[in-house]
């Protein structure tokens, strides 16, 4: 699985900016795709559903989110974290 690739298409599916986007690691959710507090919120949902995670309470920071690159590690890393907890 690939969750770059995978973020960008959920990112899309909630984006209500109907125009194509470009996505690096640097893009800014809110500045540079003009996403709203809902569609982020929607995007959380909807990657916890998609990569079967849970995003703990102090994990829900603007900062965490915000930046593409920062969002994706996070959900990489939760994937980790989950798939030790499953080997245990």
């Known amino acids: 699985?690939?969750?770059k690739e995978e973020l960008v298409s959920l990112i899309e599916?909630?984006?209500g900016n109907s125009k194509e986007i470009c996505i690096s690691e640097n893009t800014d959710l809110i500045q540079d795709l003009q996403m709203d507090s809902?569609?982020?919120m929607q995007l959380i949902v909807d990657a916890e559903e998609y990569f079967k995670i849970t995003f703990d309470d102090v994990d829900l920071l603007t900062e965490n989110f915000s930046q593409f690159g920062k969002f994706s590690q996070l959900i990489e890393n939760m994937i980790s974290i989950k798939g030790?907890?499953?080997a245990n």
């Open 1 to 3: 699985m690939n969750v």
């Open 13 to 15: 599916c909630n984006c």
């Open 38 to 40: 809902i569609e982020i």
């Open 84 to 86: 030790q907890l499953d």
